[in-house]
T-cell receptor, first 110, second 112 residues
């Protein structure tokens, strides 16, 4: 079946550091890929998405590229802020199937 | 404002006492889903609904029931809760299956 594997956290960075959170997937067919963000005490919010190979999703300075050849969708940001501290989930959706990674907690220190 | 509303937000109860967590969305979405979130496991899908009167099991349906009598509502029912159902629960909806989902703020259940 389909599955998503995320790098384990927690990740702690200083403000303005470069962020990468790795995500790889296993899927049949052509899934859509997502990154969601969860702030404390809240539900998940869509951060960005990509629906086909080589698509790049971007939002709020975050980017991720749908790489079919490496089955990856790594999340990157060039300069993180304290306000980016949250839990990040990689997810995919296929036919009758929605899968989430385990989540990566990011803490950004001033 | 587009939103998914869950109630209650927090509940502490005892084993065997039936409970219902309500979920309502105001976006006229066809697809709705329930998840539980547990440390180290991410979100796991309990049940989903493609439309009114159409529901199906997700990955962890045991011990749960759902219904979809109206498009906007998708309650989660625990007929006889047990301690292993202590978790953080999220309801979500989307225009249709495969589209990005809107999530509620979560319901934290503690079953003693």
């Amino acid at each position: 079946g389909n599955s998503v594997t995320q790098m384990e956290g927690p990740v702690t960075l200083s403000e303005e550091a470069f962020l990468t959170i790795n995500c790889t997937y296993t899927a049949t067919g052509y899934p859509s890929l997502f990154w969601y963000v969860q702030y404390p005490g809240e539900g998940l919010q869509l951060l960005l998405k990509a629906t086909k190979a080589d698509d790049k999703g971007s939002n709020k300075g975050f980017e991720a590229t749908y790489r079919k050849e490496t089955t990856s969708f790594h999340l990157e940001k060039g300069s993180v802020q304290v306000s980016d501290s949250a839990v990040y989930f990689c997810a995919l959706t296929g036919t009758n199937d929605m899968r989430f990674g385990a989540g990566t907690r990011l803490t950004v220190k001033p | 404002e587009a939103q998914v509303t869950q109630n209650p937000r927090y509940l502490i109860t005892v084993t065997g006492k039936k409970l219902t967590v309500t979920c309502s969305q105001n976006m006229n979405h066809e697809y709705m889903s329930w998840y539980r979130q547990d440390p180290g496991l991410g979100l796991r899908q309990i049940y989903y609904s493609m439309n009114v009167e159409v529901t199906d099991k997700g990955d962890v349906p045991e011990g749960y029931k759902v219904s979809r009598k109206e498009k906007r509502n998708f309650p989660l029912i625990l007929e006889s809760p047990s301690p292993n159902q202590t978790s953080l629960y999220f309801c979500a909806s989307s225009y249709r299956e495969g589209q990005p989902q809107h999530f509620g703020d979560g319901t934290r259940l503690s079953i003693l």
